[in-house]
T-cell receptor
């Protein structure tokens, strides 16, 4: 599948601040956009996802927004905590294909 | 969600040898995937494994190097054959859930080839 561009590659915030990570894609057939959190030594953990028929989804401190016209989607974490420190990956799945294509990852550091 | 376990969790191997990684799921799933994550990098799909059919490999990955078995709906193996140091990576098993088709990952197998 075509690549997913993810920015920034690293992000450092103070505890309590918000963090935003953005991904862009080019394939208009993409219809599913999950976000994963990967802690050191562990496998990626699905934290939130959004489908192409929805513009925004929220789960407590985490939200994802999707702009299909501009072909980008973003992860928003509010009131960040030190335990939010991890590498975050966006991904996309295009229609007719089951596997995911991943972004390059963002290392988030929340400073206490 | 699905609970996925992988064995071994890590291994150190000599070049030229082979290692078989096992993936066990706590429920029956149709779609299973194997990904590779090189040090500090993102995830790259190796192949898709459906029960009862041959695995489908992505560009750059071949069956002779990464043979896969899928004997039933809860188990799969990935073999890394004739290893070289460039094969040092984390190998991740993933399954597609039966609900809204979310994809879940195992803890990974960290392979170091000397």
């Amino acid at each position: 599948g075509e690549n997913v561009e993810q920015h920034p590659s690293t992000l450092s915030v103070q505890e309590g601040d918000s963090a935003v990570i953005k991904c862009t894609y080019s394939d208009s057939a993409s219809n599913y956009f999950p976000w994963y959190k990967q802690e050191l030594g562990k496998g990626p953990q699905l934290i939130i996802d959004i489908r192409s028929n929805v513009g925004e989804k929220k789960d407590q401190r985490i939200a994802v927004t999707l702009n299909k016209t501009a072909k980008h989607f973003s992860l928003h974490i509010t009131e960040t905590q030190p335990e939010d420190s991890a590498v975050y990956f966006c991904a996309r799945r295009e229609g007719g294909r089951r596997a995911l294509t991943f972004g390059s990852g963002t290392r988030l550091q929340v400073q206490p | 969600s699905a609970v996925i376990s992988q064995k071994p969790s890590r291994d150190i191997c000599q070049r030229g040898t082979s290692l078989t990684i096992q993936c066990q799921v706590d429920s029956q799933v149709t779609m299973m995937f194997w990904y590779r994550q090189q040090p500090g990098q993102s995830l790259t799909l190796i192949a898709t494994a459906n029960q009862g059919s041959e695995a489908t490999y992505e560009s750059g990955f071949v069956i002779d190097k990464f043979p896969i078995s899928r004997p039933n709906l809860t188990f799969s193996t990935l073999t890394v054959s004739n290893m070289s140091p460039e094969d040092s990576s984390i190998y991740l098993c993933s399954v597609e859930g039966t609900g809204d088709n979310e994809q879940f990952f195992g803890p990974g197998t960290r392979l170091t080839v000397l």
